[in-house]
């Protein structure tokens, strides 16, 4: 069921890697490609989206006693993968993999479309 | 000397709030405009920044464990104001306070031609 908005995501996004709806916990519920692409796994996307998980966990944390209001997106841009990564809801949020080349606001755009088509399902 | 770096970000950007050339240590050089608008006095944007820089410290520090490189950029979009930071060196980044309804694509292209300036200057 999730299989179609991370597909849509994939499909709307020059440049896209992978993109999984994840829990904070770090552990992914439903990731795409099935079979991740050989890019993806020299990257070890994986392992860094662990970390940022950890680190959007904490950004919503601090915005509970920020004034600027409850965090909707982080993205964090390195050398070799742009990451995107947008909330859903309290326990879930979407993150894709983008080519430094990629389409950055297509990618924006479609994730945040989607994450209230993936919220409905959770 | 940092000032009309700092100055060319907040003229070039619609919607700018307010910029600081900043320590990982959450301490500001250098901060525009001299007066806060109000707005950056309501959304308490230093308390906010100081967040944000432990946070791109813990990012830059991630990274050197992850395959994706150096983090060059990272945005945390919230309800009230996007905050955009970008990688001077090993100790400064740049910040700007950015309105929901400002010139996000602008913001990241002025920021990424500013911060070789900025670094130039430390």
Same mark, same amino acid.
């Given at each position: 069921?999730?299989?179609?908005?991370?597909?849509?995501?994939m499909?709307?996004?020059d440049g896209a890697i992978a993109?999984?709806?994840?829990?904070?916990?770090? =552990?992914s519920? !439903?990731?795409l490609?099935?079979? &991740?692409?050989?890019?993806?796994?020299?990257l070890d +996307?994986?392992?860094a989206?662990?970390e940022f998980?950890?680190l959007m966990?904490q950004?919503k944390?601090?915005?509970?006693?920020?004034?600027?209001g409850?965090?909707a997106?982080?993205s =964090?841009n390195? !050398?070799?993968?742009?990451?995107? &990564?947008?909330?859903?809801?309290?326990?879930?949020? +979407?993150v894709l993999g983008?080519?430094?080349?990629?389409?950055y606001?297509k990618?924006?755009?479609v994730m945040?479309i989607?994450?209230?088509?993936?919220?409905?399902e959770l």
């Amino acid at each position: 069921m999730f299989t179609e908005h991370l597909k849509a995501i994939m499909d709307g996004v020059d440049g896209a890697i992978a993109c999984s709806v994840m829990g904070f916990d770090g =552990i992914s519920v !439903e990731t795409l490609p099935k079979d &991740l692409p050989e890019s993806a796994v020299e990257l070890d +996307l994986q392992a860094a989206w662990v970390e940022f998980a950890n680190l959007m966990s904490q950004a919503k944390a601090a915005a509970e006693t920020l004034k600027t209001g409850k965090v909707a997106e982080v993205s =964090i841009n390195s !050398e070799k993968v742009i990451t995107l &990564l947008r909330m859903v809801n309290q326990d879930y949020f +979407l993150v894709l993999g983008l080519l430094p080349t990629g389409n950055y606001g297509k990618a924006r755009y479609v994730m945040r479309i989607t994450a209230p088509r993936v919220a409905k399902e959770l």
